[in-house]
C-alpha cells in the first residue's frame, strides 16, 4: 500500500493505532485478487483529488458516477467512459452493481447522504467533516453502529506516516509531558471557484455560505483537532473563540475569514487553533509542545530543548550533510546550530518526507490521502470496519462544530452528555 510501509506496522504501533491493520501485510494479502465496485457521489475538485488515486488501484472498478453539475460530471466520466451517469445520488444507491462509495459533496449533505447510502447496503467513505451539526453526526455514528457498514471519514492524518511516527514518539516520551498544542492555518486567497453563471454562485461557491458550510472550522480545523487527543489521549472539556469577517466582507459570504479557537483539556493543556485566509506568511502549522522538547508534524521535525550538542557549528553542518538532512530540499536552508545556541537543532523524525504547505483548497500529495483510501477498499473487501478511527473522526467533526457555535455565541461551551460515544483514548 503505497506509503503504508514506511509506518513500520509492529504490535506496538497497531495496538497504539489499531486502524492501521487496514494497512498490514495480513490484511493485503486478503485482499489480494480482489476488486470493490465502487460508484463516486460528488465529481468535482475533491473528488477528481479521488479520481487521480483510485487510477493507481488495480482492486478498484469505478462503476458509477453523479454529479448534479454537469461540466463535473463530464470531467470525471473522461476517466472511466463505461461507468453509469447519474443526477440524482438517490439512483446511484438503487444500483446494485454499486457495492461502496465516496462522497466528496458540500458539507450539509454529507450526513444525509451518508446514512442513505449505509440503508442502502453500501460502504461508505465520506470526506470531513462527518456533519453540518453536532446532531447530525451522532445520527450517523449510532446509524452506523445498527447498520454495520463501513464507514470512514476524510481525517488523513490519521494514516499519514510522518503523524504515525510523530505520535508514537510523543507516547513513548521522547518531549516528555506534553504541555501545549498549537494548530494554525493561514491563506490569502478569497477561498472562491470561478462561477460561469450568477444562479451557479451558492451551488459552485457553497463553503462561503452558513446555509451549506460551518467554514474554516469544518474545512479545515477539522484536520488538526484530533491532534490533541491523539498525542493526551484525552478529549477536551471546553472550548471558546471569536470568529469575524475581517477582509473578505464585501462580496455576500456569511462565514468568518478569521477564527481562533482555545480547547482547554481535563490536564490543564490547552490547545489552539487560528486561521485567517487574509495572509499565508505562515502558512500551516502543527506542533505538540512537550517539558523536553517539540514535535513539528507539519514538517516532521524534532526540537529538542536539552542543551546543544557540542562541537562547533560548522561540524554540526558536516555531520548532518553527512546524514543527508540537509539534501533534502525540505530542509534547504540553515537547519543547523550556530556555537552561540542554547537549543540543539531541529532533526528529522523520518527521511524523504514531503512538506504539505495547506496552501491548496483540494488536497496535497503524500498527505495521507491514498493511504486512507487504500485502507477504505481493503476495509470494504475485508468487511471490517477499522477499530478506533470513526471514534477519531467523530469527535473532530463534534469539537469544530462546538468550536463554531462557541464563536457565534461569544460562550465557553461544553460537549452536552447526549453527544458523547464510547471512545477508549489512544495510550
Avoid at 463505461?82 to 454529507?110: F, G, M, Q, S, W
Wanted: proline letters at 4%; hydrophobic letters at 35%; aromatic letters at 8%.
Amino acid at each position: 500500500m503505497s506509503d503504508c510501509g514506511k509506518i513500520g506496522l509492529t504490535g506496538v504501533t497497531l495496538s497504539l493505532f489499531p486502524w492501521l491493520e487496514s494497512c498490514s501485510d495480513k490484511t493485503r494479502q486478503q485482499t489480494s485478487g480482489e476488486k470493490v465496485r465502487m460508484g463516486i457521489i460528488g465529481t468535482g475538485s475533491r473528488g477528481l483529488f479521488h479520481i487521480q488515486h483510485l487510477l493507481q488501484m488495480p482492486n478498484v472498478e469505478v462503476v458509477a458516477l453523479c454529479d448534479n453539475y454537469l461540466p463535473h460530471l463530464d470531467n470525471a466520466s473522461q476517466y472511466f467512459p463505461k461507468a453509469k451517469r447519474y443526477d440524482d445520488y438517490r439512483k446511484l444507491l438503487d444500483d446494485r452493481n454499486v457495492e461502496c462509495v465516496i462522497i466528496a459533496t458540500p458539507l450539509y449533505l454529507h450526513a444525509p447522504m451518508t446514512i442513505d447510502a449505509m440503508e442502502a447496503g453500501k460502504d461508505v467513505f465520506c470526506e470531513k467533516s462527518m456533519a453540518y451539526t453536532l446532531d447530525q453526526a451522532l445520527e450517523v455514528y449510532n446509524r452506523r453502529q445498527q447498520l454495520g457498514r463501513v464507514l470512514l471519514i476524510g481525517q488523513q492524518r490519521l494514516f499519514d506516516p510522518k503523524y504515525i511516527k510523530a505520535m508514537q514518539m510523543i507516547h513513548q516520551g521522547v518531549i516528555g509531558d506534553v504541555v501545549g498544542v498549537r494548530n494554525y492555518w493561514y491563506r490569502n486567497n478569497d477561498w472562491r471557484r470561478e462561477v460561469p453563471s450568477p444562479e451557479l454562485e451558492r451551488h459552485i461557491n457553497w463553503r462561503l455560505y452558513s446555509e451549506y458550510s460551518r467554514g474554516l472550522m469544518t474545512e479545515l480545523a477539522c484536520h488538526q483537532l484530533q491532534n490533541g487527543s491523539w498525542a493526551m489521549g484525552m478529549l477536551p472539556e471546553r472550548v471558546m473563540g471569536a470568529g469575524s469577517l475581517v477582509h473578505w466582507k464585501e462580496d455576500g459570504r456569511d462565514v468568518y475569514d478569521s477564527v481562533s479557537a482555545i480547547f482547554s483539556y481535563p490536564n490543564g493543556v490547552n490547545m489552539t487553533f487560528e486561521s485567517i485566509i487574509s495572509n499565508k506568511h505562515f502558512g500551516m502549522g502543527e506542533q505538540i509542545l512537550g517539558t523536553k522538547g517539540t514535535i513539528d508534524l507539519v514538517t516532521a521535525m524534532h526540537y529538542t530543548d536539552e542543551p546543544a550538542p557540542k562541537g562547533s557549528g560548522i561540524h554540526q553542518l558536516i555531520e548532518q550533510i553527512e546524514q543527508g538532512v540537509m539534501s533534502n530540499s525540505v530542509f534547504a536552508g540553515t537547519s543547523w546550530a550556530a556555537e552561540t545556541s542554547s537549543l540543539a537543532a531541529g532533526r528529522p523524525i523520518m527521511q524523504d518526507v514531503k512538506v504539505v504547505s495547506g496552501e491548496s483548497s483540494v488536497g496535497a500529495e503524500a498527505d495521507g490521502s491514498k493511504e486512507l483510501l487504500e485502507a477504505f477498499v481493503n476495509s470494504v473487501i475485508c468487511g471490517k470496519q477499522p477499530e478506533k478511527v470513526l471514534e477519531e473522526s467523530y469527535y473532530a467533526t463534534q469539537y469544530a462544530l462546538l468550536a463554531d457555535k462557541a464563536m457565534h455565541e461569544g460562550a465557553i461551551l461544553t460537549l452536552d452528555e447526549k453527544y458523547k460515544i464510547p471512545y477508549e483514548p489512544l495510550k
